[in-house]
T-cell receptor
Framework: AQSVAQPEDQVNVAEGNPLTVKCTYSVSGNPYLFWYVQYPNRGLQFLLKYITGDNLVKGSYGFEAEFNKSQTSFHLKKPSALVSDSALYFCAVRDQGAGSYQLTFGKGTKLSVIP | EAGVTQSPTHLIKTRGQQATLRCSPI?????VYWYQQALGLGLQFLLW???????NRGNFPPRFSGRQFPNYSSELNVNALELEDSALYLC?????????????FGNGTRLTVT
């Protein structure tokens, strides 16, 4: 079975500082990994994905994520946080070759960027 | 390109009633997924439809059901509503069954059961 853990319910960061939102995963095979963002009263928006290749993945709005196979992690990062980045962030995993294409999501991390 | 559209935006029902939620995928997308987002529980996978067939089902009771129409739109039905069914129901679509295709989400239907 596949699972995702986001160990922090909330992350607070000052505007202009770097931000990190943590994610660890568990799959039996190789993972496909995704990050989504959700603004209040909206659906989820796709930010970036890791399929294979370079461990550092760049996505929308200046976000990037680093895949670390040995630590089974896929942390989301941004060099300089904006107030507009404040939102709920979800990490998701899909097990390659598992035959089921559903995504399993973490419980989400609320990011607050303080002016 | 129009995104995933869901209707209604809000739905208020009483316990024991039935609710019907609708979803129109992005044009060209054949897969539709339903997720429940309840407070504090994250996103829980409900159902996956592709090419009109139910492909996978999450750990929900049979009173949660749905279907996909020939135009790839989808409907989620919840029978015998319970208070704990109150949640945001999100529909998503993807291009085919690609394992690495990201999901594109609608803004959801907020279901309140009183």
């Amino acid at each position: 079975a596949q699972s995702v853990a986001q160990p922090e319910d909330q992350v607070n960061v000052a505007e202009g500082n770097p931000l990190t939102v943590k994610c660890t995963y568990s799959v039996s095979g190789n993972p496909y990994l995704f990050w989504y963002v959700q603004y209040p009263n909206r659906g989820l928006q796709f930010l970036l994905k890791y399929i294979t290749g370079d461990n550092l993945v760049k996505g929308s709005y200046g976000f990037e994520a680093e895949f670390n196979k040995s630590q089974t992690s896929f942390h989301l990062k941004k060099p300089s946080a904006l107030v507009s980045d404040s939102a709920l962030y979800f990490c998701a995993v899909r097990d390659q070759g598992a035959g089921s294409y559903q995504l399993t999501f973490g419980k989400g991390t609320k990011l607050s960027v303080i002016p | 390109e129009a995104g995933v559209t869901q209707s209604p935006t809000h739905l208020i029902k009483t316990r024991g009633q039935q609710a019907t939620l609708r979803c129109s995928p992005i044009s060209g997308h054949t897969s539709v997924y339903w997720y429940q987002q309840a407070l504090g529980l994250g996103l829980q996978f409900l159902l996956w439809y592709d090419e009109g067939e139910e492909r996978n089902r999450g750990n929900f009771p049979p009173r949660f059901s749905g279907r996909q129409f020939p135009n790839y739109s989808s409907e989620l039905n919840v029978n015998a509503l319970e208070l704990e069914d109150s949640a945001l129901y999100l529909c998503a679509s993807s291009l085919g069954q690609g394992e690495y295709s990201p999901l594109h989400f609608g803004n959801g239907t907020r279901l309140t059961v009183t």
